[in-house]
């Protein structure tokens, strides 16, 4: 294209046919005219002013155009300008070359997008992306997550490239120094290593990067993603804490101490079988302080114990809370057995010092169990111990064995420590198989309940009897209940059994109400079943009771209750409102084995209780014992104070049973009347009491 600029308004005078291509406008239909009708309306944009300065000034000049072709649409002119002069030097003409290079700018635009959009995303990602110069390894890239991961600016990155390595935790540096050169030769590298920032604060990241090659398959450079993952390794580092740590006093928990103590066994076993020893605590009355001053106490006692045991400890001596108000402590390399016992002393008198919860003193003793043990069977040791050193391969086994010899220690009294030995071990595998054996005692009719009558001592009549119960084993005969009740009451056995004997004792109650339904002053007569700790605090003992009231259809008064002191003691929340709920069932409640216990009568007053039972310990030799004929003497008169009546325990002759009526006691049971006996005994006892033949009774027993 050229213009005249001798003429008005620059006409063009010339165009050639590539112009005519371009803008879609003939030859003739230009030539004459300016060129500005390519500008469409745009009268003003840098390259227009810069292309008008060029004209006025007569210069040659370069922009690039927004044009609009003859149809409309619209092409990017890039147009070259120069200026013609004649002979004098005269401007004359301008030539302009135009392009159109609209697929080239529209290309660039979308460029020039698409790193826009890329940079935003870039810029907004938490995780840092990098681009490291694989042979100078100066940051090429690095966006705007790394000052926010890192604490240092881009700039100082930019400027150093060994801060990176710098920036790294020592202890991961030299790893993460290697690994890197290992990227050279592989695909991909993950990593992961802790930072420290300027601040101090110490973050983990996991970091994945790539070598990227050029054509000729040279690495260039490294590209690299960073995630902060310091949130997830917390999260792993509490989970694994959780599994391994008790929650509430931060000790290892009863996995954490079965694998140390295994690591022990085995050492022990590589290493010529060293002495170790586990002492197994259990707090006494820990249920006391939870039930009395509520859970948080305990929990506070339990985490103030945890931290007085520690200080009673060496470094290399493992604490652990089993679980509950149980701790053990794994005492490793020990030389014998004093070493064990020099350390319970330590405990023992480390406890004595009342512990402050909630502002109250709460004093609180332990009962310890000792097993001392090797991994390596002991033949040369000293005589005096070798009874107690066992030769251990499993952790489960020396748990178990303090576990029994903790057992003894809370038997034989509070505060007190066992160690130990075969015999024990023994004894453990017998109570074992008791357990097991009376688990079926019930089905295999092992049990029976005997019956002892219960006298008013005025008349010498029976009022009632208490029911008993009687285990004969096939293998060891007559096992008594004061020593098969208490492993029933620890199995849970004692619910079924306890339920068993409500429910006999019931029906023979009322066949016997039904016998000698026509001699009426036995209308009275009471059946008295003991009710242990366990099934008062069981859920269904009320509608276990309502039930067999229901089928046996005994009056609910005809029904009394025996509980020990200790049971309401034990949980005396639960106590009061089952309590409650028989006595609004008219069912008589009596405390029983009163003296041996708690021995509060203003205490029990709380409780809705209808019958005392003096323990047969004050009863034995009342006659002749001075001391004890005060107490009972107290006791009854306090007893009728508060409108309970009394029966005496035990009483074994007619002296004993003199000086208790003469106190005004009401009711006698012990063998001066009889021993307890077995239904059809007791029977034949009712029978003789009314008077009634043998035949009479036959035949009342038919007719009902
Ligand atoms: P307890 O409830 O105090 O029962 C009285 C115990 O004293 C019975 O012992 C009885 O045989 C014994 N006894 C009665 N009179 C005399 C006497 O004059 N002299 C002597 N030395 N002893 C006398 P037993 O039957 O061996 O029962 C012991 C304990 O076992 C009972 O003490 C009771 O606490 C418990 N027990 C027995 N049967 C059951 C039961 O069915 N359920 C529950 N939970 N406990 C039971
Ligand atoms: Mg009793
Ligand atoms: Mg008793």
């Not at 997008?113 to 390894?137: C, F, H, K």
């Not at 290992?182 to 990241?205: A, N």
């Not at 069912?587 to 021995?599: M, P, Q």
């Not at 409780?607 to 005060?630: A, C, H, Y």
Request: charged share 25%.
């Amino acid at each position: 294209m050229i213009a005249d600029t001798r003429l008005p308004d620059n006409p063009i005078t010339y165009v050639n046919p590539a112009f005519e291509k371009i803008t879609g406008y003939s030859a003739a239909e230009v030539l004459g005219h300016n060129c500005r009708f390519l500008q469409g309306d745009t009268t003003q944009s840098e390259a227009l002013e810069e292309l008008r300065s060029a004209l006025i000034e007569g210069r040659e000049c370069n922009v690039l155009l927004k044009n609009y072709r003859r149809d409309g649409q619209i092409f990017w002119n890039n147009l070259y300008v120069a200026p013609i002069h004649d002979v004098n030097h005269t401007l004359t003409h301008f030539i302009g070359a135009q392009n159109d290079i609209t697929d080239l700018v529209n290309t660039e635009t979308a460029l020039r997008e698409s790193e826009r959009r890329l940079d935003s995303i870039l810029s907004s990602v938490e995780a840092v992306i990098w681009s490291i110069d694989a042979q100078t390894g100066r940051t090429l890239y690095l966006n705007p997550a790394g000052e926010a991961v890192y604490g240092r600016t881009l700039e100082e990155f930019y400027r150093d490239p060994t801060l990176w390595l710098e920036t790294i935790h020592p202890e991961d540096r030299g790893r993460v120094s290697i690994e890197r050169e290992l990227l050279r030769k592989s695909e991909r590298l993950d990593l992961e290593y802790r930072i420290i920032r300027p601040s101090g604060d110490v973050r983990w990241l996991y970091s994945r990067c790539s070598p990227i090659k050029n054509e000729q398959g040279v690495i260039v450079r490294f590209d690299c993603i960073d995630t902060d993952i310091t949130d997830i390794k917390e999260a792993e580092e509490q989970l694994r804490h959780n599994a391994f740590y008790d929650k509430l006093t931060s000790l290892p928990n009863r996995s954490l101490f079965i694998d140390r103590l295994n690591h022990t066994i085995q050492r022990s076993k590589r290493r010529g079988g060293f002495m170790f020893a586990v002492l197994f605590l259990d707090l006494d009355g820990f249920k006391v302080v939870n039930d009395s001053l509520g859970h948080l106490a305990g929990d506070l006692l339990l985490v103030q114990i945890a931290r007085r045991l520690e200080q009673c400890l060496r470094p290399s001596d493992t604490l652990a809370r089993l679980g509950g108000d149980e701790f053990t402590i794994l005492l490793e390399d020990i030389f014998q057995l004093q070493d064990a016992t020099k350390v319970v002393n330590r405990v023992l008198s480390a406890l004595q010092t009342p512990f402050e919860i909630f502002d109250r003193d709460v004093f609180t003793n332990v009962s310890i169990g000792i097993a001392l043990g090797s991994g390596r069977q002991l033949l040369d040791v000293l005589s005096q111990s070798s009874e107690s050193i066992g030769y251990y391969t499993q952790p489960s086994d020396v748990l178990r064995d303090a576990d029994i010899a903790m057992y003894r220690a809370k038997k034989s009294g509070k505060g007190c420590y066992c160690v130990f030995d075969r015999e024990m071990h023994a004894d453990a595998v017998a109570r074992l198989q008791l357990e097991t054996d009376l688990r079926l005692a019930i089905e295999a009719e092992q049990l029976q309940v005997f019956y002892q009558p219960i006298v008013a001592l005025g008349s010498g009549k029976i009022v009632g009897f208490e029911a008993l119960v009687r285990w004969q084993h096939p293998d060891r005969g007559f096992i008594s209940p004061a020593e098969f009740i208490p492993i029933a009451e620890e199995t849970g056995d004692i619910i079924k059994i306890g339920s068993w004997v409500l429910e006999r004792s019931c029906q023979q109650l009322q066949d016997w109400k039904e016998m000698f339904r026509d001699f009426l002053d036995l209308e009275p007569l009471t059946v008295a079943v003991n009710l242990s700790a366990k099934q008062l605090a069981q859920s269904d003992l009320l509608p276990d009771i309502d039930r067999i009231l229901a089928t046996t259809k005994l009056q609910p008064r005809s029904l009394k209750l025996e509980i020990t002191e200790s049971a309401i003691v034990e949980n005396p929340a639960t106590a009061v409102r089952i309590l409650q709920a028989l006595h609004e069932r008219a069912i008589t409640l009596c405390i029983d084995d009163f003296g041996t216990g708690y021995s509060s009568l203003s205490y029990l007053h709380r409780f809705p209780m209808d019958v005392l039972k003096v323990d047969r310990s004050f009863v034995t030799d009342i006659d002749t014992g001075e001391k004890n004929q005060e107490i009972v003497n107290a006791i009854i008169q306090l007893a009728h104070h508060l409108n309970m009546e009394t029966i005496a325990e035990g009483i074994e002759t007619e002296a004993e049973r003199a000086v208790l009526e003469q106190f005004n006691c009401d009711f006698g049971q012990g063998y001066w009347f009889s021993h307890p006996v077995d239904g059809a005994s007791a029977t034949e006892l009712l029978r003789q009491q009314v008077g009634m033949t043998t035949a009479e009774q036959l035949a009342k027993c038919e007719r009902s």
